[in-house]
């Protein structure tokens, strides 16, 4: 196992060239960064440890009476495959509603959870849109060229894992994938479990307090035209203690459509997707969450 550091990104420095290539330079040859100085409260983030351990901590039928489903994505599950095989884990999500089917669920008995969520949430919108204008410099575009495809609308979401002391034998607390969204802003707690595939070989992502761990999705992949690939990345099983971690996946509104943007950064390299719609491919990709479907739609099935 390789713990060699991935990079590590200032973000007060966002504005400097030599920042930016750095930036550049973890988007390509790791798909994964850590960022420090990124702007979010500290009390915020304390809060929602705090949270995410009162909330597991509940009985299994306290939890399991706000679970998620096919037609509402919020609340609490503990099936979810990967890969088709299931996942050692509990989570929580929580997204905005839709005034229809989709709706947050809000545990009972817990007086600060629903604040502790919501405002960490809107610190991690604040933080992705900072990062994606700096991608979408670096590409060659204007800062604001990428966020056109999210808006006020946008399906980004946050989820809380939990990750029970478990046999490895019974696999992975997540399976090996990549995110299918545009940026995944990851907090982890202080146990390891996090690791990305680089260079044929699983490096382990070391918790740092100061820090958030960014990985690029499969949107930016395509945005880039494979300049930026999506890393696959896995956790562990959990043999010691409990694992705590929460992924804010940055997301596009459901009608937006994506495709390799018009840069001469790589030189006039012909598109290699095709415009993929974003709702269709989500509800696609996510339809295996809850039942072994076959095969996964991958950003794969849209190359040219």
């Known amino acids: 196992m390789n713990t060699n550091s991935i990079p590590v990104v200032d973000v007060a420095r966002l504005a400097h060239s030599t920042t930016l290539e750095e930036l550049d330079e973890a988007c390509r040859s790791w798909g994964f960064f850590q960022v420090t100085n990124h702007g979010i409260d500290t009390a915020a983030v304390s809060n929602l ?27 609490f599950y503990d099936r979810e495959l990967t890969k088709n095989t299931l996942d050692q884990k509990q989570i929580f999500d929580y997204g905005p509603g839709d005034g229809q089917l989709r709706a947050p669920q809000w545990p009972a008995g817990l007086p600060t959870f629903r604040r502790a969520v919501i405002d960490y949430t809107r610190s991690c919108e604040k933080l992705a849109y900072k990062l994606l204008a700096a991608i979408s410099t670096n590409l060659g575009m204007a800062p604001g060229y990428l966020s056109r495809a999210f808006g006020s609308s946008h399906s980004s979401f946050l989820r809380l894992n939990y990750y029970p002391v478990t046999d490895p034998s019974n696999g992975f607390g997540v399976h090996h994938h990549t995110d299918a969204g545009a940026l995944t802003l990851l ?87 095709r415009p993929i719609s974003w709702g269709e491919f989500y509800r696609l990709r996510t339809a295996g969450d809850y039942a072994d479907l076959g095969e996964e739609v991958q950003i794969g099935h849209y190359r040219i």
């Open 187 to 273: 907090l982890q707690d202080e146990q390891a479990g996090l690791e990305v595939f680089r260079n044929g070989a699983w490096h382990l992502v070391e918790p740092r307090r100061d820090a958030l761990v960014v990985n690029v999705g499969d949107i930016v992949q395509v945005w880039s035209n494979d300049r930026y690939r999506a890393a696959l990345h896995r956790v562990t099983a959990s043999v010691a203690k409990p694992r705590f971690s929460a992924p804010y996946f940055f997301c596009p509104d459901y009608r937006a459509t994506y495709e390799p943007v018009p840069t001469e950064i790589d030189g006039a390299r012909p598109a290699r997707y």
């Open 49 to 75: 440890h705090a949270a995410m351990r009162e909330f597991f901590a509940l009985p299994m039928d306290a939890k399991r009476a706000i679970s998620r489903t096919q037609g509402n994505p919020w609340g």
